[in-house]
């Protein structure tokens, strides 16, 4: 199991942006996949998006594709998810997760970061 802790959150307009990071306990890249999940009030948890370093792919949930974006830095070993065109739906509680490679579940999770919509 490795330690993660999201951070970023906050309160955005609608079409704003925000930046999460995830820091990870360790150099996991390449051993483990690293995805975004989120959970809005009253709804079951989603995944968003997630990467696996050692074959570069990426996934998106289709309702944020083309606005949020995945990326990695492995020599500070955080995770980051830009996030633009903010949306009301987008409002949630945003997870960062992480599985072994070839792992069907995630095993390891954040505590979570608030995204609210101030519109």
């Known amino acids: 199991e490795v330690q993660l802790v999201e951070s970023g959150g906050g309160l955005v307009q609608a079409g704003g942006s925000l930046n999460l990071s995830c820091a990870t306990s360790g150099s996991i890249f390449g051993q483990y996949v690293i995805g975004w999940f989120r959970q809005a009030p009253g709804k079951d948890r989603e995944r968003v998006s997630c990467i696996s370093r050692n074959v570069e792919s990426t996934f998106y949930e289709d309702s944020v594709k083309g606005r949020f974006t995945l990326s990695s830095d492995n020599a500070n070993n955080t995770v980051y998810l830009q996030m633009r065109s903010l949306k009301p739906k987008d409002t949630a509680v945003y997870y960062c997760?992480?599985?072994?490679?070839?792992?069907?579940?995630?095993?390891?999770w954040g505590q979570g970061t608030q995204v609210t919509d101030s519109s």
């Open positions: 997760a992480a599985k072994p490679r070839g792992e069907q579940h995630y095993d390891s």
